[in-house]
Protein backbone atom coordinates (compact mmCIF):
# COMPACT_ATOMS: atom_id res chain seq x y z
CA UNK A 1 0.00 0.00 0.00
CA UNK A 2 1.19 3.39 -1.04
CA UNK A 3 2.53 5.72 2.03
CA UNK A 4 -0.57 8.36 0.33
CA UNK A 5 -3.12 5.35 0.54
CA UNK A 6 -2.31 4.54 3.68
CA UNK A 7 -2.17 7.64 5.48
CA UNK A 8 -5.73 8.36 4.00
CA UNK A 9 -6.80 5.17 5.36
CA UNK A 10 -5.80 5.50 8.68
CA UNK A 11 -7.02 8.86 8.68
CA UNK A 12 -10.64 7.68 8.29
CA UNK A 13 -10.46 4.77 10.28
CA UNK A 14 -9.78 7.05 13.20
CA UNK A 15 -12.37 9.19 12.57
CA UNK A 16 -14.75 6.24 12.10
CA UNK A 17 -13.83 5.64 16.01
CA UNK A 18 -14.45 8.85 16.96
CA UNK A 19 -18.02 8.68 15.71
CA UNK A 20 -18.43 5.82 17.40
CA UNK A 21 -17.38 6.80 19.78
CA UNK A 22 -19.71 9.75 19.12
CA UNK A 23 -18.16 12.42 18.50
CA UNK A 24 -19.71 14.64 15.59
CA UNK A 25 -17.95 15.78 12.85
CA UNK A 26 -17.41 19.25 13.29
CA UNK A 27 -15.84 18.25 16.66
CA UNK A 28 -12.68 16.18 14.90
CA UNK A 29 -10.99 16.22 12.07
CA UNK A 30 -13.11 15.73 8.95
CA UNK A 31 -12.38 15.96 5.62
CA UNK A 32 -10.28 19.14 5.92
CA UNK A 33 -7.42 20.76 8.69
CA UNK A 34 -9.60 22.11 11.69
CA UNK A 35 -9.32 25.45 10.81
CA UNK A 36 -11.46 24.56 7.93
CA UNK A 37 -13.42 22.30 8.53
CA UNK A 38 -16.28 23.56 9.30
CA UNK A 39 -16.48 25.76 5.88
CA UNK A 40 -15.91 22.34 3.67
CA UNK A 41 -17.38 19.71 5.52
CA UNK A 42 -19.50 18.93 8.71
CA UNK A 43 -22.94 18.31 6.47
CA UNK A 44 -24.56 21.48 6.50
CA UNK A 45 -25.62 20.75 2.87
CA UNK A 46 -28.51 18.44 3.79
CA UNK A 47 -32.15 19.42 4.68
CA UNK A 48 -32.91 18.58 8.17
CA UNK A 49 -36.58 17.39 7.40
CA UNK A 50 -34.99 14.88 4.74
CA UNK A 51 -32.18 13.76 7.91
CA UNK A 52 -35.08 13.74 10.56
CA UNK A 53 -37.81 11.41 8.49
CA UNK A 54 -34.59 8.67 7.81
CA UNK A 55 -33.17 8.98 11.25
CA UNK A 56 -30.01 10.04 10.32
CA UNK A 57 -27.69 12.84 11.44
CA UNK A 58 -25.51 14.66 9.67
CA UNK A 59 -23.01 14.86 12.00
CA UNK A 60 -21.74 11.64 9.97
CA UNK A 61 -21.18 13.69 7.07
CA UNK A 62 -17.85 14.13 5.99
CA UNK A 63 -18.82 15.57 2.46
CA UNK A 64 -17.96 18.62 0.82
CA UNK A 65 -21.61 19.34 -1.21
CA UNK A 66 -24.64 17.44 -1.53
CA UNK A 67 -24.79 14.84 -4.69
CA UNK A 68 -27.94 14.03 -4.51
CA UNK A 69 -28.81 17.74 -4.97
CA UNK A 70 -26.88 16.73 -8.45
CA UNK A 71 -28.18 13.40 -8.89
CA UNK A 72 -32.03 13.83 -9.29
CA UNK A 73 -32.63 9.77 -8.40
CA UNK A 74 -36.10 7.94 -8.79
CA UNK A 75 -37.71 5.43 -7.70
CA UNK A 76 -36.40 1.87 -9.24
CA UNK A 77 -32.94 3.11 -9.52
CA UNK A 78 -29.40 1.70 -8.90
CA UNK A 79 -26.93 4.00 -7.32
CA UNK A 80 -23.07 3.80 -6.40
CA UNK A 81 -21.24 6.11 -4.26
CA UNK A 82 -17.69 5.60 -4.69
CA UNK A 83 -16.22 6.79 -0.76
CA UNK A 84 -19.16 5.88 1.23
CA UNK A 85 -17.68 6.81 4.67
CA UNK A 86 -20.22 6.79 7.22
CA UNK A 87 -22.74 5.68 4.73
CA UNK A 88 -25.27 9.21 4.97
CA UNK A 89 -25.38 9.83 1.19
CA UNK A 90 -26.02 5.79 0.57
CA UNK A 91 -28.81 5.77 3.07
CA UNK A 92 -30.41 8.84 1.44
CA UNK A 93 -30.49 7.81 -2.09
CA UNK A 94 -31.63 3.74 -0.72
CA UNK A 95 -34.71 5.93 0.46
CA UNK A 96 -35.27 8.32 -2.79
CA UNK A 97 -34.81 4.71 -5.07
CA UNK A 98 -36.79 2.50 -3.06
CA UNK A 99 -39.18 0.34 -2.65
CA UNK A 100 -37.57 -1.41 -6.37
CA UNK A 101 -34.24 0.26 -6.44
CA UNK A 102 -30.82 -0.13 -5.03
CA UNK A 103 -28.31 2.26 -3.51
CA UNK A 104 -24.49 0.67 -2.81
CA UNK A 105 -21.52 2.37 -1.37
CA UNK A 106 -18.17 1.17 -1.86
CA UNK A 107 -15.30 2.16 1.02
CA UNK A 108 -12.00 0.68 1.62
CA UNK A 109 -11.50 1.37 5.50
CA UNK A 110 -13.29 -1.20 7.90
CA UNK A 111 -14.24 0.71 10.48
CA UNK A 112 -15.87 3.42 8.15
CA UNK A 113 -17.79 0.16 6.85
CA UNK A 114 -18.89 -0.54 10.30
CA UNK A 115 -19.86 2.86 10.74
CA UNK A 116 -22.07 2.68 7.63
CA UNK A 117 -23.41 -0.85 8.50
CA UNK A 118 -24.35 0.32 11.99
CA UNK A 119 -26.20 3.45 10.56
CA UNK A 120 -28.17 1.45 8.55
CA UNK A 121 -29.38 -0.99 10.88
CA UNK A 122 -30.34 1.99 12.85
CA UNK A 123 -32.35 3.71 10.25
CA UNK A 124 -33.80 0.57 9.37
CA UNK A 125 -32.68 1.08 5.51
CA UNK A 126 -32.64 -2.59 3.81
CA UNK A 127 -32.41 -1.51 0.00
CA UNK A 128 -28.35 -0.13 0.79
CA UNK A 129 -25.00 -2.46 0.49
CA UNK A 130 -22.05 -1.17 1.74
CA UNK A 131 -19.41 -2.92 -0.24
CA UNK A 132 -15.46 -3.26 1.05
CA UNK A 133 -13.41 -2.25 -1.92
CA UNK A 134 -11.37 0.53 -3.79
CA UNK A 135 -12.67 3.35 -6.42
CA UNK A 136 -9.97 2.36 -8.23
CA UNK A 137 -11.44 -1.27 -8.67
CA UNK A 138 -14.81 -1.19 -8.17
CA UNK A 139 -16.46 -4.57 -6.90
CA UNK A 140 -19.78 -4.43 -9.39
CA UNK A 141 -19.63 -5.25 -12.95
CA UNK A 142 -19.85 -3.64 -15.69
CA UNK A 143 -23.28 -1.39 -16.45
CA UNK A 144 -24.26 -2.55 -13.01
CA UNK A 145 -25.77 1.08 -12.15
CA UNK A 146 -27.64 4.29 -12.92
CA UNK A 147 -25.95 6.76 -10.93
CA UNK A 148 -22.41 7.22 -9.64
CA UNK A 149 -22.39 9.92 -6.78
CA UNK A 150 -19.22 10.64 -4.63
CA UNK A 151 -18.82 12.99 -1.74
CA UNK A 152 -15.14 14.51 -1.31
CA UNK A 153 -13.03 11.24 -2.11
CA UNK A 154 -11.63 11.72 -5.44
CA UNK A 155 -9.26 14.55 -4.63
CA UNK A 156 -7.97 11.72 -2.30
CA UNK A 157 -7.27 8.94 -4.66
CA UNK A 158 -3.49 9.25 -6.42
CA UNK A 159 -5.00 7.71 -10.05
CA UNK A 160 -7.62 10.23 -10.56
CA UNK A 161 -8.18 9.01 -14.31
CA UNK A 162 -8.21 5.28 -12.74
CA UNK A 163 -11.40 6.11 -10.67
CA UNK A 164 -13.21 8.12 -13.15
CA UNK A 165 -12.78 5.11 -16.13
CA UNK A 166 -14.08 3.08 -13.04
CA UNK A 167 -17.16 4.78 -12.78
CA UNK A 168 -17.80 5.10 -16.30
CA UNK A 169 -17.47 1.05 -16.50
CA UNK A 170 -20.18 0.34 -14.03
CA UNK A 171 -22.44 3.20 -15.08
CA UNK A 172 -25.05 1.39 -17.76
CA UNK A 173 -25.24 3.68 -21.06
CA UNK A 174 -26.82 7.01 -20.27
CA UNK A 175 -25.89 6.53 -16.76
CA UNK A 176 -25.36 9.74 -14.55
CA UNK A 177 -22.04 11.08 -12.56
CA UNK A 178 -22.52 13.35 -9.73
CA UNK A 179 -19.75 14.27 -7.72
CA UNK A 180 -19.33 17.09 -5.09
CA UNK A 181 -15.32 17.24 -4.52
CA UNK A 182 -12.29 19.28 -3.60
CA UNK A 183 -10.98 21.00 -6.47
CA UNK A 184 -7.35 23.31 -6.97
CA UNK A 185 -8.36 26.79 -7.94
CA UNK A 186 -4.61 27.87 -7.87
CA UNK A 187 -1.08 26.15 -7.45
CA UNK A 188 -0.18 25.08 -4.37
CA UNK A 189 2.82 26.00 -1.89
CA UNK A 190 5.71 23.00 -2.64
CA UNK A 191 5.62 21.81 0.90
CA UNK A 192 1.63 21.75 1.51
CA UNK A 193 1.91 19.78 -2.30
CA UNK A 194 4.17 17.09 -0.74
CA UNK A 195 2.87 16.76 2.92
CA UNK A 196 0.75 13.77 3.19
CA UNK A 197 -1.39 14.46 6.08
CA UNK A 198 -2.71 17.43 3.42
CA UNK A 199 -3.72 14.88 0.86
CA UNK A 200 -5.48 12.66 3.04
CA UNK A 201 -7.30 16.42 4.69
CA UNK A 202 -8.68 16.54 0.97
CA UNK A 203 -5.77 19.47 0.37
CA UNK A 204 -2.96 18.50 -1.61
CA UNK A 205 -4.56 15.34 -3.98
CA UNK A 206 -6.80 18.45 -5.44
CA UNK A 207 -6.45 18.98 -9.41
CA UNK A 208 -7.26 22.00 -11.17
CA UNK A 209 -11.12 22.37 -13.05
CA UNK A 210 -9.38 22.11 -16.74
CA UNK A 211 -7.95 18.66 -15.59
CA UNK A 212 -10.51 17.02 -13.88
CA UNK A 213 -12.73 17.89 -17.03
CA UNK A 214 -10.23 16.18 -18.94
CA UNK A 215 -9.91 13.00 -17.10
CA UNK A 216 -14.18 13.25 -17.46
CA UNK A 217 -13.67 13.50 -21.25
CA UNK A 218 -11.24 11.37 -21.56
CA UNK A 219 -12.95 8.49 -20.15
CA UNK A 220 -16.00 8.84 -22.20
CA UNK A 221 -18.39 11.00 -20.01
CA UNK A 222 -20.93 13.62 -21.84
CA UNK A 223 -22.11 16.88 -21.20
CA UNK A 224 -19.76 17.66 -18.38
CA UNK A 225 -20.31 20.40 -15.92
CA UNK A 226 -18.59 21.76 -13.39
CA UNK A 227 -19.58 24.34 -11.36
CA UNK A 228 -17.67 25.72 -8.28
CA UNK A 229 -19.90 26.62 -5.63
CA UNK A 230 -17.99 26.98 -2.61
CA UNK A 231 -14.33 28.89 -2.33
CA UNK A 232 -12.40 27.74 1.06
CA UNK A 233 -10.00 29.65 3.08
CA UNK A 234 -7.36 27.52 4.89
CA UNK A 235 -5.15 29.60 6.28
CA UNK A 236 -1.64 29.65 4.41
CA UNK A 237 -3.63 28.60 0.69
CA UNK A 238 -6.30 31.56 0.94
CA UNK A 239 -8.28 31.23 -2.34
CA UNK A 240 -6.41 27.89 -3.42
CA UNK A 241 -9.24 25.65 -3.36
CA UNK A 242 -12.84 25.49 -3.40
CA UNK A 243 -15.88 22.69 -3.35
CA UNK A 244 -16.97 22.05 -6.70
CA UNK A 245 -20.41 20.66 -8.65
CA UNK A 246 -19.33 17.72 -11.24
CA UNK A 247 -22.15 16.04 -13.70
CA UNK A 248 -22.10 14.26 -16.83
CA UNK A 249 -23.48 11.39 -18.28
CA UNK A 250 -21.80 8.07 -19.96
CA UNK A 251 -23.53 8.38 -23.51
CA UNK A 252 -26.27 5.85 -25.02
CA UNK A 253 -23.76 4.40 -26.97
CA UNK A 254 -20.26 4.19 -26.79
C1 LIG B 1 -13.69 12.46 3.22
S1 LIG B 1 -14.41 10.91 3.54
C2 LIG B 1 -15.97 11.11 2.70
C3 LIG B 1 -16.98 10.08 3.12
C4 LIG B 1 -18.39 10.26 2.53
N1 LIG B 1 -18.37 10.32 1.10
C5 LIG B 1 -19.09 11.47 3.10
O1 LIG B 1 -19.49 12.35 2.34
O2 LIG B 1 -19.27 11.53 4.33
C6 LIG B 1 -13.51 9.84 2.45
C7 LIG B 1 -13.92 8.37 2.48
O3 LIG B 1 -13.41 7.75 1.30
C8 LIG B 1 -12.76 6.55 1.62
N2 LIG B 1 -11.68 6.36 0.62
C9 LIG B 1 -10.67 7.21 0.36
N3 LIG B 1 -9.91 6.76 -0.65
C10 LIG B 1 -10.47 5.58 -1.04
C11 LIG B 1 -10.15 4.62 -2.04
N4 LIG B 1 -9.10 4.78 -2.83
N5 LIG B 1 -10.95 3.53 -2.17
C12 LIG B 1 -12.03 3.37 -1.35
N6 LIG B 1 -12.37 4.23 -0.38
C13 LIG B 1 -11.61 5.33 -0.23
C14 LIG B 1 -12.26 6.73 3.06
O4 LIG B 1 -12.13 5.49 3.70
C15 LIG B 1 -13.37 7.59 3.65
O5 LIG B 1 -14.40 6.81 4.21
Known sequence: MSKIREAVRDRYATKAKSFSADQSCCGSDCC???????????????????LSQAGLDSSISLGCGNPLLLAELHPGESVLDLGSGGGLDVLLSARRVAPDGHAY?????????????????RAAIPNATFLKGTIEQVP???????????????????????????AFRVLKPGGRLAISDIVALKELPPGV?????????????TIPVDAYRG???????????IQITQRHDVEGITGAIASAAIRGSKPLVT
Open 32 to 50: APAAAEEAISCGQHYESSE
Open 193 to 205: KQAVDAWAGCISG
Open 215 to 225: LLVDAGFEGVE
Open 140 to 166: LPNGAVDVVISNCVINLAEDKGTVIRE
Open 105 to 121: GVDMTDEMLEVANANKA
